[in-house]
């Protein structure tokens, strides 16, 4: 399969996770990259740490903050360079029932995962218009944007599956504007990565007892269900690289979202023939 070319690579969220995944996949096609992170010294240790592998940087942004959205571009375009990519990868996932959830939990994750990544989106997509230039925008997405995961519904994690459900079907609308223009649009849907994040959780879960809080989110159940689906950032960063250069809009990261797709399809389907609005 061939590559396509990256030159200079934005990753938002770049100092952990997935989006250093992205990273160090960027860096070893030759890729100049840069990173954003809310915490200095997170970023600069994933500098100090992939720097051997070619030019990255990190500036401290906060995409939820327009201002400085605006100053990270106008800082990339006058030092690196044009991003051939821009990752908007910055998010958050916080677990709490849709019933417990305030207004203040909704707007805190959709600030940052759908409001955030489609401002830097914006913004970087315009200045390439403004440019005649070409480029490609992808969202880091879920397997929530396509459906309510099954076997992780003891999460409740509606709010974050909201927000990804909506940052697709926005990147749809996006891609639909863009079709005529020199930008390209993509979302990845990763499952169960195993972030730092998550990686400190699970270490905590081996050793915590049956009636530890933490015990109220991660079931035995749930904990099994995601241990055995788990993929590193490194791996989902490679599905991610794949995927762009096959031109792909929807990446998928785990085989068993297609059963799940497949199970919500088979509902929809009855439902119109339950209607009467499709042959049987």
Partial sequence: MSTRTINCALITGGAQGIGKGLARACLQRGAKVVITNTTPSVAQQTVEELSALGAIRAVCTDVTDAAATQALLDDVWANEGTPDVLFSNAGAGAMKPLLDSTREDFDAQFSLNL?????????????????????????????????MPRENAELAMGTYGGTKHALLVMAEWLRSELRDSGVTVSTLMPAAVLTERLAETFTALESAPADDPLRQTFTAEAEANLRKRFISPDECAQYALAGYDKGLFFIPTHAHILDDVNARHAEVTAAFRALGLAAD
């Fill in 115 to 147: 409001y955030g990544a489609l401002d830097i989106a914006q913004r970087y997509i315009r200045r390439l218009l403004d440019e005649h230039g070409t480029g490609h925008v992808m969202f880091t997405g879920s397997e929530n944007s396509l459906v």
